[in-house]
């Protein structure tokens, strides 16, 4: 019997991690996928594969030509395009598969959030008087700011904004989580922050940022994430591992 041929569909630290995990094991012959959008991506333990598969269609031809066994939709929460191709082509082509997706953040006591469903929509609700706005939203977003060019932008982002935004007053600041409390209450407090725009990602890499507005008394504008259907979800990479091993004992029952 072959090893089990496993796609994870990453980008995220917990894909990192999973694979990180299945890597040594000898029945698991592991690829991690990339969208390819960060020009310079952390180093991961598993063969790489980049870029763009061209759609459902795309991805279901990848499957078939590659014989893979498993997909794991280990995406970022806020890549619904990928996450939908994904259940349409493992149906298709009856592969297994689930989504590894973290749970999505929930506002405590002494949270200030306003909740929409889209970036172009966070721009909207800043309003009309001018702001300081920490736009965390990631450069491929960041550009829906230009529809309300009266307020004065921090965006932060892996890699640069390009074309950069025609607003006249925007900074830019690159870096990549996770992020310290510290260095968060410092930015905010250094550039006398009104607003934060942020996408509700989950996790722990990124939510310094929300400690700390919390702290300072801070408005959210948290943009929520879209319902996506189609693959079962786990949401932990241990629970992600006990799905794994199903499959893997199952499959070997069966001879495959």
């Known amino acids: 019997m072959g090893k089990a041929r496993i796609l994870i569909l ?16 000898a029945d698991l012959d592991v690829v ?11 180093a991961q333990p598993v063969p790489i594969r980049s870029g763009g598969f061209g759609g459902a269609e795309g991805l279901a031809r990848y499957l078939r030509d590659e014989a893979i066994d ?22 298709e082509c009856d592969v297994a598969a689930f989504a590894l997706r973290r749970p999505a953040w929930v ?7 306003l909740p929409v469903h889209s970036v172009s929509q966070a721009v909207t609700a800043l309003g009309n008087a001018p702001l300081r706005v920490f736009l965390a939203t990631g450069r491929q977003d ?35 989580g996770p992020f ?12 006398g922050i009104d607003v934060v725009v942020a996408k509700n990602s989950g996790g722990d890499a990124t939510y310094a940022k929300i400690e700390a ?15 996506t259907a189609g693959l079962p979800v786990v949401e932990t990479v241990k629970a992600a591992l006990g799905q794994i ?12």
């Open 213 to 227: 507005a919390r702290r300072l008394g801070i408005r959210i504008i948290m943009i929520e994430r879209a319902e």
């Open 10 to 25: 990453g980008g995220t630290t917990e894909a990192r991690a999973l694979a990180a995990t299945l890597a040594p094991r």
């Open 70 to 91: 498993l997909v794991v939709d280990a995406t970022h929460p806020f890549a619904a395009r990928i996450s939908a191709n994904a259940a349409r082509a493992t149906a």
């Open 107 to 113: 506002p405590v006591e002494g949270d200030d959030w």
């Open 142 to 176: 960041a550009h829906q700011a230009n529809a309300a060019p009266h307020h004065h932008y921090w965006v932060r982002s892996v890699d640069p904004v390009e074309p950069p935004l025609t607003v006249p007053h925007v900074d830019y600041i690159h870096g990549r």
């Open 180 to 191: 310290r409390l510290e260095d968060e209450l410092d930015l905010l407090r250094r550039h």
């Open 32 to 42: 991690l996928s990339l969208a390819g959008r960060t020009a310079d991506p952390a």
């Open 245 to 256: 091993d199903h499959f893997a004992s199952s499959r070997m029952k069966r001879g495959v």
